[in-house]
């Protein structure tokens, strides 16, 4: 991972000083560089090696991640990122967002370059990639116009994420497992099993937020509910017991530590964070029926991350 570090921080043009040692902490930071760590595993599975233009597929998934993560935090208000001050907390709200959509463009022109090295075009793939900073944005937006809303849709909700998280990982693997001038049907099955894995994702993420302290997991507990995110233990919950509007009602018009504990208390008294493992599972199994039916590729390595991901769950 260190070779797609290296061409984030070389191919950089931030001419201001301070922003552009914000954006090196975030690179350079601890972190686990998933979506780039999938598209390299991917090249990896189908060719047996991983090219230049895989390491910037690689690079331009990780910079567009890092955008969506500051325009993230200035509307979470989060003060840390990855052990790292946010850009928000050390400048302005106005200084994060124009360098989350820097940040945009840089994973664009990433993009290209790496589509160049390979001779390609963004027409050479088919699954929406020319639309790729719609669809993300769109999930950004969708998640900004449903929060607070105890009225969505467990529908809604997944829809929002498969924009926002799901289509990304989906990208991820399809960068890395396609061929030029081979047949698009592995690419389009690592897409699927990527989309579906990106979905499970973010179901495991939600669950981290109702089951992990801060210390377990980086951010505080219950921080979605603070932030007016409704996730999928929340939305199942509210659908089991009607009386947990109440609660959330409450807690929004007063929130307090104790209002908080009460509405937790409430949801884990529901089959919400089971049905959430239950959904979550079966996007993995989604994922897993696209791997089997892509032809002479070995799945070892992708098995031992997906268990290290999803512990007992896989």
Request: hydrophobic residues 45%; glycine residues 6%.
């Amino acid at each position: 991972m260190e070779e797609v570090k290296a061409i984030i921080l070389s191919e950089m043009m931030v001419l201001h000083p301070a922003v552009k040692r914000k954006i090196v902490e975030y690179v350079e930071a601890p972190g686990k560089y998933l979506r780039a760590g999938l598209c390299l595993l991917f090249a990896q599975m189908i060719e047996g090696q991983i090219s230049r233009s895989k390491l910037y597929f690689a690079a331009h998934l990780e910079v567009l991640h890092l955008a969506t993560l500051i325009h993230d935090d200035v509307i979470d208000g989060a003060g840390r990122r990855r052990g790292v001050e946010t850009v928000h907390q050390q400048f302005s709200n106005r200084i994060a967002i124009y360098t989350g959509d820097y940040l945009l463009a840089y994973s664009g022109r990433l993009l290209e370059k790496g589509l160049r090295l390979q001779e390609l075009s963004q027409e050479d793939f088919n699954v929406g990639n020319d639309k790729l900073m719609e669809i993300i944005l769109r999930g950004e937006l969708l998640q900004l116009l449903n929060q607070f809303d105890a009225d969505m849709t467990m529908k809604a909700y997944l829809k929002q994420i498969q924009g926002k998280t799901a289509f990304l990982f989906g990208l991820a693997c399809q960068l890395g497992s396609f061929i030029p001038g081979q047949s698009k049907k592995n690419s389009n099955l690592a897409f699927r099993s990527g989309q579906a894995l990106g979905m499970a994702f973010q179901l495991r993420d939600d669950l981290i937020d109702y089951q992990l302290v801060e210390s377990q997991s980086g951010k505080p507990r219950l921080q979605d509910i603070q932030n007016g995110i409704y996730t999928a233990p929340l939305l199942f919950a509210l659908r089991e017991d009607k009386a947990i509007r109440q609660n959330l009602t409450a807690y929004i018009h007063q929130p307090t530590v104790e209002g908080l504990e009460v509405l937790a208390e409430k949801i884990f008294a529901t089959q919400a964070i089971a049905r959430t493992e239950q959904l979550m599972v079966a996007y993995l199994k989604k994922m897993t029926n696209f791997l089997d039916r892509m032809p002479k590729i070995s799945q070892d390595s992708l098995r031992e991350l997906l268990e290290t991901i999803f512990s007992h769950y896989f």
